[in-house]
């Protein structure tokens, strides 16, 4: 009998996890059954992903570039990469303000509606914390995203997973092995060559339990929503942000098959393991190993140009995350300061929202820091920036899922088109996790 593909186990996971946590919202005790017997699993499990993802950079990309032979091809490598990132971003905040300003879902909400949502989130700790880690942002200077890319002490950008830091380290240390001579960087080529193929069989290993964490992660997230009327009451809004993303999702689609030549349908169901796992997870940092291990394995894409693109990608390349704020800024706009809704200031959060992109990497919980930056930059008044925020906090962490699914599914195609591009895609060679079983059992 032919194995279920993991992409299904992982669907199956997700929606008896969704079913399990509606069942568990309606029995007495059922939420704290989830919080404490549940979600520790799926917590697990992202710990386990994040455990591996800062030795796989550093292996794929060190290895990756002593590969090369030629340190022209970086420069080449890296300026098609942020070139190609910058168009896909700009596309997203277009189509994002583009829908928002075509459907108008801001305009005629109730007032009742507007009040009891101040009322509910205004004074929220989450609402709360967004607005402070804004402030601390903004701050912090022009060049503070430029100075954080250059670590002083590389084990602190480890243990903190400085996802940027640890890839300048890489291409320091590929860029020096290339510089040594061959003969005198092979053993360390050897050494991560092996640690690389060590990790990507981790990754092979902790997918096996995917589907049980995808499970626990999807109740858990289903038990948070407890206030199912205003979640209706921003239905239209929620909606026009999902269309957004899957318009976008398309446009990577045609392009992919214009540039790759490349089936859309089979980089879907290559990718969808990692399109799954950003779904129920709402990160790109925690998706990264599955994603460098499909867009390698699965994808064909060169180890040395995956290691570059998708770590670089999953820090600055935020395209469902700027898609988001070109419609919620102006769905925050059209509720309470219709005045602010100027061609001007539309041109200005384009240009913000792609500038937030770029330098808000080490930045947790970006996407609203992010649309405090985009609001602040065109003028809107800071004593609505809570009633602002609480607008769309109570359907944040949905549509947060859904717009990961977006970053990482532009991550995985800018990693296949700059492989086009330098000749290093290939004909894909997927492997399993009990490849070499039979000789150790």
């Not at 339990?209 to 239905?235: C, G, H, R, S």
Request: a negative charge; one cysteine or more; aromatic letters at 8%.
């Amino acid at each position: 009998m032919k194995k279920l593909a993991l992409h299904w186990k992982i669907i199956i996971g997700m929606v008896l996890g969704i079913i399990f946590g509606f069942i568990m919202n309606g029995i007495d005790g059922g939420r704290g059954f989830v919080i404490d017997w549940i979600s520790p699993f799926g917590t697990i499990f992202i710990n386990l992903l994040k455990l591996i993802a800062v030795p796989l950079i550093l292996a794929s990309l060190i290895k990756g570039i002593s590969d090369l032979k030629d340190i022209s091809k970086i420069k080449s490598m890296g300026l098609r990469t942020v070139s190609i990132y910058i168009c896909t971003t700009l596309v997203a905040i277009i189509i994002g303000l583009s829908i928002v300003n075509t459907l108008q879902p801001g305009k005629g909400m109730p007032q009742d509606t507007i009040e009891k949502i101040k009322l509910k989130y205004e004074n929220d700790a989450g609402v709360t914390d967004k607005l402070m880690k804004a402030s601390a942002q903004k701050d912090a200077g022009p060049l503070k995203a430029l100075v954080d890319i250059f670590p002083s002490n590389i084990f602190q950008s480890f243990a903190n997973a400085s996802m940027l830091q640890v890839i300048f380290f890489a291409l320091f240390v590929g860029i020096s092995l290339l510089l040594i001579g061959e003969e005198k960087a092979k053993p360390l080529v050897k050494f991560f060559d092996s640690l690389n193929e060590v990790v990507m069989k981790m990754v092979d290993l902790i997918m096996l339990f995917a589907p049980y964490a995808v499970f626990a992660l999807l109740a858990n997230v289903i038990i948070a929503f407890d206030d199912t009327e205003i979640l209706i009451k921003l239905l239209y809004y929620a909606l026009c942000v999902v269309g957004g993303l899957v318009l976008m999702i398309v446009f990577y689609l045609i392009i992919l098959s214009v540039y790759t030549k490349k089936s859309p349908i089979w980089f879907l169901q290559e990718i969808s393991p990692a399109q799954l796992l950003a779904f129920s997870t709402s990160s790109s940092a925690a998706t990264l190993p599955v994603t460098m291990e499909r867009v390698e394995e699965h994808l064909g894409v060169d180890k040395e140009v995956s290691g570059f693109v998708l770590p670089v990608g999953a820090t600055v390349n935020m395209d469902g995350t700027s898609l988001y704020q070109g419609i919620a800024a102006v769905f925050i706009m059209q509720v309470i300061w219709p005045e602010g809704l100027t061609f001007t200031n539309q041109l200005v959060i384009i240009l913000t929202a792609l500038l937030a992109s770029i330098g808000s990497a080490a930045v947790p919980s970006a996407g609203m820091v992010m649309l405090v930056i985009v609001l602040e930059s065109i003028g809107f008044p800071a004593e609505l920036l809570p009633i602002g925020l609480a607008l769309i906090f109570a359907v944040d962490r949905p549509l947060d899922m859904c717009r990961t699914v977006v970053n990482v599914t532009g991550d995985a195609t800018v990693s296949m088109m700059v492989a086009k591009s330098l000749n290093k895609l290939h004909d894909p060679q997927p492997k399993e996790w009990d490849d070499h079983y039979d000789e150790v059992k």
